[in-house]
């Protein structure tokens, strides 16, 4: 089955600076990519997401690419904020009618004012 | 997206007994997973909720300590059976939309904890 990895588990950053996650993924079929973030206590929000025949999506301040032939996604959140302070998870999924995700471990990142 | 509801939002429950999820979405879907977070842990899909049939699980999963209904196209039920410590953990309810163009958006969640 589909197995994702993700780095860093941990990642802080000053205010204003630039923050940077990355996934690998190992099953060739899956073509659809989500990013959720997770505050404390409250359930995970789909923030972006980007399909195979897609190599960059952008909404405001954040953005997701994709490497496919080297199997690995990454998204990048700009000027961060303390309120950007939250567990990430990558996710891919073949998208065969289902959307059965697999998920990474999850990234903590806190943005230090 | 929907609105997607769980209940309870949160219990404490003694072991060897069974806890009952709901799920409720606000318009129909076709697709409703169940997912299990355990405590700073990442997302784990326990089955997809079939209407009208049995559910789906995935390995390492069995009915007999999930049973799942799915009665129709808005609700769905997890129950959790003759629990243990380890059962403690965040149950959350998801479900695809966008006909085509299919997101997965999560419900309220249910946090449960094993005495």
């Known amino acids: 089955g589909e197995n994702v990895e993700q780095h860093p588990s941990t990642l802080s950053v000053q205010e204003g600076d630039s923050a940077v996650i990355k996934c690998t993924y190992s099953d060739s079929a899956s073509n659809y990519f989500p990013w959720y973030k997770q505050e404390l206590g409250k359930r995970p929000q789909l923030i972006i997401d980007?399909?195979?025949?897609?190599g960059e999506k952008k909404d405001q301040r954040i953005a997701v690419t994709l490497n496919k032939t080297a199997k690995h996604f990454s998204l990048h959140i700009t000027e961060t904020q303390p309120e950007d302070s939250a567990v990430y998870f990558c996710a891919a999924s073949t998208g065969a009618g289902s959307y059965q995700l697999t998920f990474g471990k999850g990234t903590k990142l806190s943005v230090i004012p | 997206s929907a609105v997607i509801s769980q209940k309870p939002s949160r219990d404490i429950c003694q072991r060897g007994t069974s806890l009952t999820i709901q799920c409720q979405v606000d318009?129909?879907?076709?697709?409703m997973f169940w997912y299990r977070q355990q405590p700073g842990q990442s997302l784990t899909l326990i089955a997809t909720?079939?209407?009208?049939?049995?559910?789906?699980?995935e390995s390492g999963f069995v009915i007999d300590k999930f049973p799942i209904s799915r009665p129709n196209l808005t609700f769905s039920t997890l129950t959790v059976s003759n629990m243990s410590p380890e059962d403690s953990s965040i149950y959350l309810c998801?479900?695809?939309?966008?006909?085509?163009?299919?997101?997965?958006?999560f419900g309220s969640g249910t946090q449960l904890s094993v005495l």
């Open positions: 318009s129909q879907v076709t697709m």
């Open positions: 980007i399909r195979s025949n897609v």
């Open positions: 909720a079939n209407q009208g049939s049995e559910a789906t699980y």
């Open positions: 998801s479900v695809t939309i966008g006909g085509g163009n299919e997101k997965l958006f």
